[in-house]
Each structure stands twice: as structure tokens, then as C-alpha cells.
């Protein structure tokens, strides 16, 4: 019996599966982003990476050329000294109080001032909320010398709340907020006002609710930026008792000369808390973002 045979031979599918176990088609496209996701990464991991592995080295091989990702062994040394130099304990303890009581107030403040710009009309509201957004422009060194003023005339100098209530009016989170409160469907606040709730009830029990994604995304950046925070903690803070992480480890590294060793070791010291804040909540911040940039559309 003659005849061909025809063998189909089945196509090859680049393919991959989500979180959601939906199959992922790998186009072109997609390989670039990929591409250019790794390419971002290396770049912000290669210096922490250099960091930890110079902060393990002990510290004549620092500056030993050429240099080498490795030192001859693995010593915490650095470590040690940067803990025994200063009260790191307490200088910790400082910056999670003062970056929490920072983020719950700006939450709270920028969370009403965007509520009353969407939902209030009163008279000036336009003037005032361009004044909002125009403090956007403004460089924060500019506002250091009145507000210094202004915390040594009210007595707040050395204490929390002279580091923590300048850092709480934030315009930019007020405009990120008034982004999200427009796309937020006035009727469920009307059908509150019928049963006889007030504005205070439903901006707490309707509207706050609502919005946890981009005030959770608020309240993570706020923290890390307070928590990262070194001019104004600098400027308004002399008791070693008070200050904050930053600034005392850039007074234990001023004791010690350039030891980089120690300052890599201070870094790393510093940074972690951070890393561990932003893996716990990097699905909120990136709902934040994703759900600001859709708000009113």
C-alpha cells in the first residue's frame, strides 16, 4: 500500500503561568520588558550587594586593590563596633516612633484636607487647593529656617513632635488623595445622607474604608521617607538621647573617621528595616499606585 504520510508536528508555545494559573503567552514584547525589569534590578541590587560584602570584610582589606567582592574571610566586626559606638537600640527606637506617629497623622490630615477639596464647597476652595499644589513646587530646604524658627519659639526643639508635626502637612499626598476620592461613586454617600448619617459618618464609615489601598500606599511612603529623613532630625534634634538612626550613625561614623567597613555596616544597619516594611507590604503599595492612576477614569 503506497501513499505519504503527513506528520503534524505540533508548534511550540512559549508559555508560562501567572499567580492567577492563567498561561502567559512570551511575545517579543514581553521579553524586553522582562529584559529591562532585570536590567533595573541588577542596578539597585549590585550596590547593596557591594555594601553587605564591604561591610563583612575586615577593614584594611577595604581598600586593598584590586578589589574584590570578598575579603580574605567573613568577620561581623563592623558590625560590633558601629553597635558598641552609639545607642543604636535607642536611635531605632526614635525613628519607628517618630516615623509611625509621622505616618498615622499625615494619613489622618491629608485624608480630611483631600476629602473636604472633593466633597465641601466653600468659598476659596479653588485658591486654596492651587496653594496646595503649588506647596508641591516648593523645595523642603526652602522652609527650613521658618520652621526652625517656628519650633524654637514654640519650645519643640529636642523633643518628638518638633520632628514629627512638620513633616505631617504633605501636599503631595493631599493631590494623591483628591485623585482617588473623584473616582469614588458619590451615590453610596447620598444614600448614607438619607438614612440620616452626618459627614463625619460617612467620610470614617464609607469613604475611609473604600480607600484603604491608596492610604495604604500613603502611609508606606510616608514611613519610609520619614524614616529616611536627615536634614530636618538633624537641625532640630542635639540630645543624643532623641535623635534618629540617620543622624546618630552619622555622628558615630564622624568619630571614627572613614572606616568603610563600619559606614557600609551603618548602611546596611539602617536600610534594613525598610526592606523588611517593603516586602511585607509591596502588594499595597502597588494597589495604591494602580488604583490612584485609575481613579475618575
Request: net charge positive; charged share 15%.
Amino acid at each position: 500500500m503506497s501513499g505519504s504520510v503527513t506528520a503534524k508536528i505540533p508548534s511550540v508555545r512559549r508559555t508560562a503561568t501567572d499567580a492567577g494559573g492563567r498561561r502567559i503567552r512570551w511575545t517579543g514584547g514581553r521579553i524586553a520588558l522582562l529584559v529591562i525589569a532585570l536590567v533595573v534590578a541588577a542596578a539597585w541590587l549590585i550596590p547593596l550587594a557591594w555594601a553587605v560584602a564591604t561591610s563583612l570584610k575586615p577593614e584594611a582589606e577595604t581598600t586593598s586593590t584590586p578589589l574584590e567582592w570578598i575579603g580574605s574571610r567573613i568577620t561581623f566586626d563592623a558590625y560590633t563596633k558601629v553597635w558598641e559606638s552609639g545607642d543604636l537600640m535607642r536611635w531605632m527606637l526614635n525613628s519607628a516612633y517618630i516615623s509611625l506617629m509621622t505616618t498615622v497623622l499625615t494619613v489622618l490630615t491629608c485624608a480630611m484636607a483631600a476629602y473636604g477639596f472633593t466633597r465641601t464647597d466653600f468659598r476659596g476652595r479653588k485658591l486654596l487647593y492651587g496653594l496646595v499644589l503649588a506647596g508641591i513646587m516648593v523645595p523642603p530646604q526652602v522652609l527650613i529656617a521658618p520652621l526652625f524658627t517656628e519650633m524654637v519659639q514654640l519650645g519643640l526643639v529636642d523633643t518628638y513632635w518638633g520632628v514629627i508635626l512638620p513633616q505631617v502637612a504633605v501636599p503631595a499626598m493631599v493631590f494623591i488623595l483628591v485623585k482617588f476620592f473623584e473616582g469614588v461613586p458619590r451615590e453610596l454617600e447620598e444614600a448614607a445622607f438619607v438614612d440620616g448619617a452626618g459627614r463625619w459618618r460617612v467620610f470614617w464609615t464609607i469613604v475611609m474604608p473604600l480607600s484603604r489601598p491608596v492610604l495604604a500606599a500613603v502611609a508606606i511612603f510616608t514611613f519610609i521617607s520619614t524614616w529616611n529623613n536627615f536634614l530636618w532630625p538633624f537641625l532640630v534634634t542635639t540630645d543624643p538621647a532623641g535623635m534618629t538612626l540617620p543622624v546618630g550613625l552619622v555622628n558615630v561614623q564622624s568619630s571614627f573617621g572613614v572606616r568603610y567597613a563600619q559606614i557600609m555596616a551603618a548602611l546596611v544597619i539602617a536600610g534594613l528595616p525598610l526592606l523588611i516594611v517593603f516586602m511585607l507590604f509591596q502588594r499595597q503599595i502597588v494597589r495604591g499606585i494602580a488604583h490612584t492612576g485609575l481613579a475618575g477614569q
